[in-house]
């Protein structure tokens, strides 16, 4: 059984950091790409960051770049998602999600991935 879980979010002042962490199991990534989206209240889910399969190709949304990492650490089936520089509007709550592309396809539009964790608030806020 295929299953993603989130943690690692919090309530942290602007210009704080966290850390995500998004545990598989059932599944392993070397293939499975991992997308990390967020959903603010009264806004549609946002594709952030996702990693591929292969490992080697990775984006971000423009309103992260700079600040987000999105790393992996396969012997663990985790992925991880380093947010440095936190901003009020990152506020929401973030999801990992899971599914089977190309070896170095990375695509951040929800309506492609099936597999879903229960996501982890992040609240940005002094």
């Known amino acids: 059984q295929l299953q993603l879980v989130e943690s690692g979010g919090g309530l942290v002042q602007p210009g704080g950091s966290l850390r995500l962490s998004c545990a598989a199991s059932?599944?392993?990534?070397?293939?499975?790409?991992i997308s990390w989206f967020r959903q603010a209240p009264g806004k549609e889910r946002e594709g952030v960051s996702c990693?591929?399969?292969?490992?080697?190709?990775?984006n971000y949304a423009d309103s992260v770049k700079g600040r987000f990492t999105i790393s992996r650490d396969t012997a663990k089936n985790t992925v991880y998602l380093q947010m440095n520089s936190l901003k009020p509007e990152d506020t929401a709550v973030y999801y990992c999600a899971a599914d089977q592309f190309y070896r170095d396809s990375c695509p951040r539009e929800s309506g492609r991935y099936n597999y879903w964790g229960q996501g982890t608030q992040v609240t940005v806020s002094s």
């Open positions: 990693i591929s399969s292969s490992g080697g190709s990775t």
């Open positions: 059932g599944f392993t990534l070397d293939y499975y790409a």
